[in-house]
């Protein structure tokens, strides 16, 4: 046998042991049987000093044809190995996707202050600040410049918290003391009208008390979210654009808001605002008590003499006023059925907003 | 105020459906609390007559009755009634019947006695309030015939809320006012004149006004020869429509003259008030004197206050003015002369009277609120026509009016300028005194304002900005076309202590702690319970009227809200609680009026952040997962000199307890609650908590932390593990660390504490990764070996530790 046809045999030889390599150790060791240094390709080419210079550069050329087919063979022959090696590692390591994942879990915020946030938000692109207050506050801010008659029974004993005195003041009113804790986050409003002029433009949230036995509707605390404006030329028309923006963006667009007379010391005009039903639509439902309506707010022109109060010029400036209790809205938007869940702490509860 | 619908219709062309007045009155700030329906449901209910009537043979209260309900037979029904006699007539609901509250009448045993059927009230027909008793029923009331068609039912009554600035809609006339300024149809005022006879009423009784301010009028009629009976059928119809209870034909007429007009009447027997010898009753109208009493209608006896007014006859009091009438001299079945009293009180001197009596009357409710002084004689006349029309008798002539303090007409000026500056819509002149005018008001027209005269009916139109009030309300809120406020520029935002609050919030969420709210109240052994006692100086906020003793003080601090929720959740079976909350916490001290108030910041935390999961498991909380907590709140904050020191506390455990500072300043604490404290509020331990001061942190923190250029060159790390005395903290250690690694030393990070095997007891081996490097080129590995020597030799010296082998 010649050494062409040595070598193709062994070429054929070759490719076949490379096609038969069942992994990338089997397919190593063929590349050094047929390429290493004691390999039989290796071994045939020493042979080729014994030809003659006329043979040398056919057999040459032939043999550089073997080295690289069988290069190329192993090339393409590693390549499937490898990427199958790949598969079967990456089959190894599949998971099951739908186990739970692994993460720090994250804490909810609570409902009230949730709501508080996405109303002060609405307010705050109508170029509302937001203002502040005590909790426990005078007799003063509370009622009297909010233009509560003296009698009135929201002052009484069985009403409002009173707090006692230290101060050795000889109490002008209810009895024993003319401190006490807000029934209402109006005593902001007149105070930042004490101290600002106007345009004023706040919203006021807050804590506010008033002595009713817990139960599921009602809580010795609340929360209350109130509006002020003050400027020139500010409307009953200013007031209901504003509202009906503000129950859009927090009930939904297609919600209708419907305004009805009602009164309050410290606003004239007053109005209570209702919401159309989100469940019925409208028509009546139990919900609303078949009324289609849902009371949300209470609100009117500020009245003058609260403007008197605090010695704004009711000529040239006029205002609205608007509150509403955070808790209503909590009980209407999540229909919690007892108020009493917003400060059991329980985590279940919390958990889920 | 309840509304019968059938009376108003007396008084004004109503012309619409019920429902739709009671839409229309709604949207003009007469809000419609409920409409009812009577007759309408009371098939089934027929006038039955009580022929006996004997006790249940099993049960005290209740007695068996037969009825006789004209069908023939007669039935056995059961009835716990006591009001009633044998003979008495009364509505029977027959077994299929079904009440206005929904209640089916079946055939059944009560107490081992088969009832056929029920005698019922009035307010179980749903055509009064009265639930005392029966329904007891005139004589000839027809036996047998369906009872809705003998009492005329098929009404439908609206019960209307009457806000305190509408003193007017207390009476049926003053609705029909409102209705027919609603509707725009013109109202009726009823009115009556009395045919008098007999001698003059003023030679019967004289009235004295001790006060004007608190009575300022008094007016007095006599009627004799009454004959004291029940009410005829519309009379009483009328006075259950208004939900009083029908009590004799005298007193009926004052109640239903007072639901009609508005004016409260009471009427005296004659015979009984204490007369001189020429035989006339002297009326004074006077505060209580020191140690007087007054058994009133309802029997009870009265201590009577210097404040409270009387009316007095020479021998005392005899009622009290504007609340109740006295016992002794009240209409009966013997009466024969009346006194009828037609007055004016002071609205806060009745109010005072009623609230410190705890008695409220339809007369005081509407005294309260002012009623019209100008109409007192013209309801008397009323009542008067009436008494004599149903009760017999002879209208003495003449009024005995007192009368110190007329009441002056009110003009008001209305601007139409105004009108549209507040309301922001345009009317004319001529719609606008329209309005007023239907309302009752006598208009002037000018050519920019109006010259109003308001009508004595209303005591809440005063100014200029209530006629607009009015105007507003009958020309429709709904019809106002919403426009938002112009104005100049004006910037919506928050401050930086209200956005850094909300950052706060953000931080503890991101922690993984879930926001609550707990009460501001807080229970006065507070402080006691769990040993946080008040600073020098302080003390607590006290409620004078609180709820219970457990809510009596403000809180001072957040830990025991929270850690009753922690409570709360653990006997719930959650173990895992992650709590927060931001929130008011109050103290005070000697001489001051106005407490101070702080917002705090407080967490609680117990069990483990998750329960037992796959692929974690559940780690116990612990010390260092409040201080992670507030490590994280540091950095978003960008607060830079976070230090945590040990301290002692009474509400933390010994040992786990530390001080929060920055700057040096104490912003508060954080530990592990003490075993002790969580036994009083039956939390299980342990529980971390953690308070702080939220202005504080506020005023702490920076806007943005300093950019620092992140490292080009690479850092040679290497570990340094020292054995120390217990006693020597982390803290000191590290500090040596730094301040013996001078410029080189970029890092370093604490990754083991370790004791035992290999360290000796009473020691700890603290291992500390230290990475070096400079920021402009790459240290030489003999730089970086020098410089490690020299700060094992120095660190081990400082905190007298050994290297670990």
Known sequence: MGVTEELLAAQAEGLAAIEQAADLAALAAVRVAYLGKKGTLTAVLRGLGGLSAEERPAVGKVANEVRAALEAALAKRHEALSSAALEARLASEAVDVTLPGRAHPIGSRHLISRITAQVVEIFLGLGYRVAEGPEVELDYYNFTALNTPPDHPARSLADTFYVRDLSGDEAAVSGESDVLLRTQTSPVQVRTMEREKPPIYVLSPGRVYRRDIADPSHLPQFTQIEGLVVDEGITFADLKGTLDHFVHRMFGPDRKTRFRPHFFPFTEPSAEVDVSCGICDGAGCRFCKNSGWLEILGCGMVDPNVFGHVGIDSERYTGFAFGMGVERIAALKYNVPDLRMLVEGDMRFLRQF | ?805
């Open chain 2, 1 to 805: 105020m309840r509304v019968s619908m059938s009376w108003l219709t007396e008084l004004v062309d109503v012309g619409v459906p019920a429902r739709e007045l009671a839409e229309r009155l709604d949207m003009t700030g007469t809000a419609v609390e409920a409409v009812h329906e009577t007759g309408e449901s009371l098939d089934g209910v027929v006038v039955g007559h009580i022929l006996t009537r004997e006790r249940h043979p099993e049960a005290d209260k209740l007695w068996v009755t037969t009825v006789d309900v004209g069908d023939g037979t007669l039935r056995t029904i059961v009835c716990g009634a006591q009001n009633f006699d044998a003979g008495d007539k009364v509505p029977v609901a027959l077994p299929g019947a079904v009440l206005p509250g929904g209640l089916e009448i079946k055939k059944a045993k009560l107490r081992g006695v088969v009832s056929e059927g029920m005698n019922c009230s009035a307010r179980e027909l749903g055509i009064g309030e009265d639930h005392e008793g029966l329904m007891i029923l005139p004589p000839d009331a027809p036996v047998g015939v369906p009872f809705a068609e003998w009492y005329g039912a098929g009404d439908t009554v609206l019960e209307l809320e009457i806000t305190p600035n509408r003193p007017d809609c207390l009476s049926m006339a003053g609705v029909a006012r409102e209705v027919g300024a609603v509707l725009g149809v013109p109202a009726k005022v009823p009115a009556s004149q009395p045919v008098e006879s007999g001698e003059e009423a003023a030679a019967a009784c004289s009235v004295t006004i001790t006060d004007a301010d608190l009575c300022p009028r008094y007016a007095a009629r006599i009627i004799r020869g009454v004959k004291v009976a029940p009410s005829p059928a519309w009379l009483a119809d009328k006075v259950a429509a208004a939900g009083a209870r029908p009590i004799n034909n005298v007193v009926d007429v004052t109640n239903y003259v007072m639901f009609e007009l508005g004016q409260p009447l009471h009427a005296f027997d004659l015979d009984k008030l204490a007369a001189d010898s020429n035989g006339r009753v002297a009326i004074t109208v006077r505060t209580a004197r020191s140690g007087e009493t007054l058994r009133t209608l309802d029997g009870v006896d009265r201590q009577l206050r210097s404040d409270t007014l009387l009316i007095c006859d020479s021998s005392g009091p005899v009622a009290l003015a504007g609340v109740m009438g006295g016992e002794s001299t009240e209409v009966s079945e013997t009466t024969v002369d009346v006194l009828l009293e037609s007055a004016c009180f002071d609205p806060a001197s009745i109010s005072r009277t009623s609230r410190s009596l705890g008695l409220v009357s339809e007369a005081s409710m509407r005294f309260e609120r002012t009623v019209d002084r100008t109409g007192c004689v013209a309801a008397l006349d009323r009542a008067a026509a009436l008494i004599a029309e149903v009760a017999g008798g002879q209208v003495a002539p003449g009024v005995v009016d007192e009368y110190p303090a007329p009441l002056q007409p009110r003009l008001l000026t209305l601007r139409l300028a105004r009108v549209r500056g507040v309301l922001g819509i345009d009317l004319g002149a001529e719609e606008v005194a329209g309005i007023l005018r239907s309302l009752g008001c006598d208009v002037e027209m000018g050519p920019e304002s109006l010259q109003v005269t308001v009508p004595s009916f209303r005591p809440d139109i005063e100014r200029e900005i209530d006629l607009i009030e009015e105007v507003l309300r009958i020309w429709g809120m709904e019809r106002v076309e919403p426009t938002l406020p112009g104005g100049r520029g004006r910037i919506g935002m928050l401050t930086r202590e209200q956005s850094l609050r909300e950052r706060i919030g953000d931080v503890m969420r991101a922690c993984g702690l879930n926001e609550t709210m707990t009460y501001a109240f807080g229970d006065p052994r507070d402080p006691e319970r769990c040993c946080m006692p008040f600073a020098e100086g302080e003390l607590p906020v006290e409620l004078l009227n609180p709820m219970s003793t457990e809510q009596a003080v403000l809180r001072r601090s957040l830990l025991p809200g929270l850690l009753a929720s922690v409570s709360y959740n653990q006997r719930r079976g959650v173990s895992d609680v992650h709590l927060y909350e931001m929130g008011s916490v109050f103290w005070t001290s000697e001489g001051r009026k106005q407490p101070k108030e702080r917002t705090m910041l407080a967490g609680v935390l117990a069990g483990a952040w998750h329960p037992p999961a796959w692929n974690a498991p559940a780690v116990p909380l612990d010390f260092f997962d409040g201080k992670g907590v507030i490590e994280n709140l540091f950095r978003e904050l960008a607060i830079p000199k976070l230090r945590v020191r040990a301290c002692d506390a009474g509400h933390l455990q010994p040992g786990r307890a530390a001080e929060v500072l920055a700057g040096g300043e104490v912003l508060g604490w954080l530990g592990e609650v003490h075993p002790a404290v969580l036994e009083r509020f039956e939390a299980h331990a342990p529980v971390v908590a953690f308070e702080l001061d939220v202005r504080a942190l506020v005023r702490l923190a920076a806007d943005a932390r300093p950019f620092v250029e992140p490292p080009r060159h690479p850092a040679v790390e290497l570990d340094l593990a020292i054995v120390v005395d217990e006693s020597v903290t982390a803290e000191e250690v590290e500090r040596a660390i730094r301040s013996a690694g001078g410029k080189l030393l970029a890092e370093t990070h604490l990754f083991d504490v370790y004791r035992g095997n290999g360290v000796e007891m009473g020691k700890k081996s603290l291992a500390f990764a230290l990475e070096y490097r400079v920021p402009d080129r790459t240290l030489t590995a003999q730089e970086v070996e020098s410089a490690h020597e020299r700060l094992v030799r120095k660190v081990t010296t400082s905190v007298g530790g050994t290297l670990r082998s």
